[in-house]
Nanobody, 118 residues
Framework: QVQLVESGGGLVQPGGSLRLSCAAS????????MGWYRQAPGKERELVAL??????????DSVKGRFIISTISRDNAKNTMYLQMNSLKPEDTAVYYC?????????WGQGTQVTVSS
């Protein structure tokens, strides 16, 4: 199993910034990739950004140049993933979910709300 705990969501004005965090624990050595997804009301969940074990990143076209995904491994038992979100737009408003995929399958965090509004 992999446990995921997210933090960092909130209310921000258009043009502002937020940083989301996702702390992964448990069998993190089985993880091949980590990513952030989001789901806005009435819409399907979509991939925002992904980072593989080798450090390769992939971004949705809508966030390229504005969001940055990164990870830090502090020890063999915990890995933290970040999503730095800059130049936020109202259309970025959604619940953001942390995801890992690997040998044990897919795991999801509980989600954190990001609201971009003046």
């Amino acid at each position: 199993q992999v446990q995921l705990v997210e933090s960092g969501g909130g209310l921000v004005q258009p043009g502002g910034s937020l940083r989301l965090s996702c702390a992964a624990s448990g069998n993190i050595f089985t993880i091949n990739a980590m990513g952030w997804y989001r789901q806005a009301p009435g819409k399907e969940r979509e991939l925002v950004a992904l980072i593989t074990k080798s450090g390769t990143t992939n971004y949705a076209d809508s966030v390229k140049g504005r969001f940055i995904i990164s990870t830090i491994s502090r020890d063999n038992a915990k890995n933290t993933m970040y999503l730095q979100m800059n130049s936020l737009k109202p259309e970025d408003t959604a619940v953001y979910y942390c995801n890992t995929r690997g040998a044990l399958g897919n795991f999801w965090g509980q989600g954190t709300q990001v609201t971009v509004s003046s």
